[in-house]
């Protein structure tokens, strides 16, 4: 027998012969390999009068037979916007450096200080490849490379998967390491140092070029050479490890519960982070850069149960996250998933998030107080709550495209960790909240 | 090996033995409970001997015999012969009509009896004219062959029984692996629990060596075609009993044992026959299948 024609006929016998045996394919038997599988996301991130972010993501993913699976994917951000600086509100109009130290900017009486340079794009690569080493046992190994303006970084991460009591319980383990080099604009500021300032200038918001025609030589000399005597970069290590298992309680209910470790060492500063010194009447008398301990320790305890209903699922999970700077938080987060109609399914989602501040987190320094080691009035340190409301829907074309659109609304409200504040500050609102709208759209071929 | 069944406790597993489809045939149940175990063999006994006895065609009491004897006339099939019927379809399309379940008949003039005994070219050539799946005429409620044809489900029909057998056991015990070993066409329901795989003996393809050959199988199914005790040889050249259905004469130059992994026992077990049809280029084709085999060439030169 000579085929004239090249034909899968191992292909096609094995959809003939499970036709006859009526039933799916019982078997798992090695898969052929399969085609690349996309994965496209937008999203449109923004926040009231702060932040504002888009973020196209394009995933590519291809098994190569018996479960040896490839991923690719490449994301790009761009950001714009101003973020809170740390620095209070006066009820004068304050002057702050850029961190460029070309110009300055003025920010009006009563207004939280932003600091609007915040311009960036990033671009990530990350590549995975996941494969089953023998019955029960599967693992992957995965790199990433991320580039921003001021910012790089590497990572590698690979993980473990044993399964075992007949497949229902599956025990995890994942270890990753990440390496991060900082170099901010102006150079690295030394922490609770004063941020430099021109003794007297016509500061523009607008337009930086103006400050170049700033007479006073002796001061501006003086001036650059506090940039030009900082190092230009810094960088930080991260270690996480995190164990987990999860276990299949009956038909319908799937358990997991994880442990992770982080360890963070070396330039853990937010170089463009500030804090007020004021006075006993609330006053600003300096402006000094953050300055937070150079290694930190989280560990975080995760558990989440699914459960299947007849017509969609159940998503509960709870974190807790306790680290060595005493930040204490707690999420809780929820998604229904609900079928509607043959092919498509509607997604609430529910987030709760709560954070206890850090021990060295200062809403603003006193200056008849000695200068604390470490200090940092980054909100995102302190107290606060924050709650995300959403919903999704997606949908499964006949050609077996995917789409899905998801909007959300997110709001974090800081909160006084018990700060008594001097009289100035009582006005003024110290820990403003960040409102946000996310959409998002998937679109999967 | 008995041809009543006997059930028996092994090392962490529990075996049970008959002999069916003229084979020596095995289930093996990943199991110590002896009840269940002896549920399941029972069963799967039972299951094997319906199809032998459905689809031998050694026997005047099944719709085999009604098909081949009716002499022109129509006959009443049931879904399962239709399903049967259809797949023989396939593989005669998928190999050019050289998997052909009225072929058999050509055996009449061949005893492959590893002498040099050749059939007679005039016998073969009247045989063939009675040879040909394309004269069938079936739809899923009856068939009509032409007076004279013969169906011959030998080369589906213990391979189906596996498959039937092993997705029957899986119904039965969804967490216990059972493996199901019909005279070396082998399927396994799932994968078993403490061990990667099971380890079975197949006999080996020289019939010189009477040791088995043991052969490792997690799960999927494993199907042997081959001619180790069936050949003729004259003037150095091994015919094997597969024979073409286009010119009447064995293959030549067949692999001894053709053996092929598959999603299921049957599918394996087809593309075995359809490698051992290809003559010299069975590795060839199954290289091309990319499916994972192994061929035994001996040589009794």
Redesign the interface.
């Known amino acids: 027998?000579?085929?004239?024609?090249?034909?899968?006929?191992?292909a096609?016998?094995?959809t003939?012969?499970?036709?006859?045996?009526?039933?799916a394919?019982?078997?798992?038997?090695?898969t052929?390999s399969g085609e690349w599988q996309f994965d496209t996301a937008i999203l449109y991130y923004g926040e009231t009068d702060r932040v504002s972010l888009v973020e196209g993501v394009v995933s590519a993913t291809k098994d190569f037979g018996d479960d040896h699976i490839f991923n690719g994917k490449i994301t790009y951000d761009g950001l714009t916007g101003a973020s809170a600086t740390g620095a209070v509100a006066q009820d004068a109009v304050q002057t702050f450096s850029r961190p460029s130290g070309k110009g300055g900017y003025q920010v009006a009486a009563n207004t939280t200080p932003l600091d609007d340079t915040f311009r960036d794009s990033r671009v990530q690569l990350n590549a995975n490849w996941a494969q089953p080493f023998?019955?029960g046992i599967a693992g992957g190994v995965g790199v990433h490379i991320s580039k921003e303006y001021d910012y790089f970084s590497a990572g590698l991460n690979g993980n473990l998967s044993f399964d075992f009591n007949?497949k229902n319980t599956t025990l995890s383990v994942g270890s990753s390491f990440q390496y991060d080099q900082i170099d901010p604009v102006g150079g690295k500021p030394i922490g609770l140092s004063s941020m430099p300032m021109r003794p007297y200038s016509d500061y523009d918001d607008d337009d930086e070029q103006s400050e170049s025609e700033n007479s006073d030589e002796f001061y501006d000399s003086a001036f650059t050479t506090q940039y030009q005597s900082r190092e230009k970069s810094a960088d930080k290590n991260t270690l996480d490890v995190l164990v987990g298992l999860t276990q299949v309680l009956n038909r319908r209910t799937i358990m997991q519960v994880n442990y992770g470790l982080s360890v963070a060492d070396g330039y853990l500063n937010d170089p463009y982070k500030l804090l007020s010194v004021v006075d006993t009447t609330g006053v600003t008398q300096d402006i000094v850069f953050e300055e937070r301990p150079d290694t930190r320790t989280k560990h975080n305890i995760f558990w989440q149960t699914k459960y299947a209903m007849n017509n969609g699922v159940v998503d509960v999970s709870y974190r807790y996250m306790q680290d060595d700077w005493d930040i204490k938080s707690h999420t809780v987060e929820s998604r229904l998933r609900f079928n509607v109609g043959e092919s498509g399914y509607l997604q609430p989602h529910f987030r709760y998030y709560r954070q206890g501040a850090a021990e060295f987190y200062r809403p603003f320094l006193l200056a008849n107080e000695a200068l604390p080691e470490y200090a940092s009035a980054d909100y995102r340190l302190g107290e606060m709550t924050a709650y995300t409301l959403g919903i999704k829907y997606g949908q499964k074309r006949a050609n077996g495209d995917a789409w899905a659109v998801r909007l959300e609304y997110y709001q974090q409200n800081p909160q006084n960790a018990g700060f008594a504040e001097p009289e100035a500050l009582q006005q003024q609102d110290l820990y403003p909240s960040i409102k946000a709208m996310v959409l998002q759209f998937n679109y999967s071929f | 090996m008995p041809v009543e069944l006997t059930i028996e406790q092994k090392n962490g597993h529990i075996a049970g033995r008959f002999f069916a489809m003229a084979s020596d045939c095995e289930i093996l149940v990943d199991s110590t409970d002896k009840r269940i175990a002896g549920q399941i063999i029972e069963s799967l006994y039972t299951e094997c001997l319906r199809i032998e006895k459905k689809y031998s065609r050694y026997r005047t009491d099944n719709i085999v015999y009604q098909i081949n004897h009716a002499q022109s006339a129509r006959v009443d099939i049931d879904t399962e012969t239709y399903?049967?019927l259809?797949?023989a379809k396939?593989?005669y399309e998928?190999?050019?009509g050289?998997f052909d379940i009225t072929s058999g008949i050509l055996g009449k003039v061949w005893s492959f009896d590893g002498s040099d005994c050749l059939a007679d070219k005039k016998d073969v050539e009247e045989l063939l004219s009675l040879v040909g799946f394309s004269k069938l005429n079936f739809d899923q409620t009856s068939i009509t062959i032409p007076a004279g044809m013969a169906l011959d489900f030998g080369g589906i029909a213990k391979e189906?029984a596996v498959?039937?057998c092993?997705?029957k056991a899986?119904a039965l015990a969804p967490?216990i692996s059972v493996l199901v070993n019909y005279g070396g066409d082998i399927?396994?329901?799932?994968?078993?629990?403490h061990s990667?795989?099971w380890q079975v003996g197949v006999a080996h393809p020289d019939p010189q060596k009477d040791t088995d050959v043991l052969v490792q199988i997690?799960?999927?199914?494993l199907a042997t075609s081959g001619d180790a005790n069936r050949f003729l040889l004259k003037d150095g050249v091994r015919y094997s009993h597969v024979l073409?259905p286009k010119t009447g004469q064995p293959?030549i130059d067949a692999p001894a044992s053709v053996t092929v992994?598959?999603?299921?026992c049957?599918?394996a077990g087809?593309?075995s026959t359809?490698a051992l049809?290809?003559?010299k280029?069975a590795e060839r084709?199954l290289v091309?299948?990319?499916?994972?085999h192994w061929c035994i060439r001996l040589s009794h030169l």
């Open positions: 027998m000579q085929l004239t024609k090249k034909t899968n006929i191992a096609q016998l094995a003939a012969t499970c036709v006859l045996l009526g039933s394919q019982t078997h798992a038997a090695p052929t023998s019955s007949q | 399903q049967l259809n797949l396939t593989c998928l190999s050019e050289y189906y498959d039937r092993a997705n899986l967490e399927a396994v329901s799932r994968p078993r629990l990667a795989y997690a799960q999927g199914g073409d293959i992994a598959g999603d299921n049957t599918q087809l593309l359809m049809l290809q003559g280029n084709f091309e299948q990319t499916v994972k």
